[in-house]
């Protein structure tokens, strides 16, 4: 069977389960400011557009939204109370680090493309001590505010590792991932139990699984 030269994955909703702190988070600093509770429903509908983005969908859904100044200064808040508290909750998906193992052990080049900053992304992967699996991790503030699905942001970890967009497949769970993908001419994998804001067959991914032991399989189907 035939593997690509790299696999690049997405972190949230595709190896990581991270809604609950990122709710927990969004929800204390909705607290400060008198407003209601999310619900976890509510905040993995908002996830996938980096945190500037989860901050303004939080304060949407419960109110008037801050003007851009204020909203900088929360976005800010919500970063530094999420960084220590990133891994209270969350966890990897199942099947996740064997997956990790298998790529490495078969000479694979691992990325991270994520639209999370890369800080608390670099201190998730320390706390599951997974970050050695990775030649190159680039997260939604690594590039000036340059994110999925922006080409630019794969490219610049398929630059980090050396590889051409036709030996790379990118692994994810939303819109996002699939179109950066696509717009990088890198093929696509998506997972079925992330984040996807509807059907996941409507990412027009090149294939589908359900649970990482599938992954070899739809790699040599792609490579």
Excluded: W
């Amino acid at each position: 069977m035939t593997f690509p030269k790299a696999v690049i994955f997405d972190l949230d909703g595709t190896l990581i389960d991270s809604a609950p702190d990122l709710r927990f988070a969004l929800n204390r600093l909705m607290f400060d400011e008198g407003r209601r509770e999310l619900s976890l429903e509510e905040v993995i509908g908002m996830i996938g557009d980096g945190v500037p983005k989860l901050v303004e969908r939080g304060y949407r859904a419960t109110g008037e939204v801050p003007d851009k100044d204020e909203l900088a200064d929360r976005v800010e808040r919500f970063g530094r109370d999420y960084e220590v508290n990133a891994t209270a909750h969350t966890k990897l998906f199942p099947g996740a680090l064997n997956v990790l193992v298998d790529l490495k052990d078969n000479g694979i080049l691992i990325g991270l493309c994520t639209n999370k900053p890369v800080q608390a992304t670099l201190e998730i992967l320390a706390e599951f001590e997974i970050e050695e699996f990775f030649d190159a991790v680039v997260g939604g503030d690594t590039l000036g505010g340059v994110r999925k699905p922006d080409p630019r942001h794969l490219q610049a970890v398929l630059d980090d590792l050396n590889v051409l967009p036709g030996q790379a497949i990118m692994v994810g769970d939303s819109a996002n991932d699939i179109k950066v993908a696509k717009n990088a001419n890198v093929k696509a994998i998506a997972v079925s139990f992330g984040y996807c804001h509807g059907p996941v067959s409507d990412l027009d991914a090149n294939a589908v699984i359900d649970h990482f032991n599938q992954l070899r399989q739809a790699l040599g189907g792609q490579a």
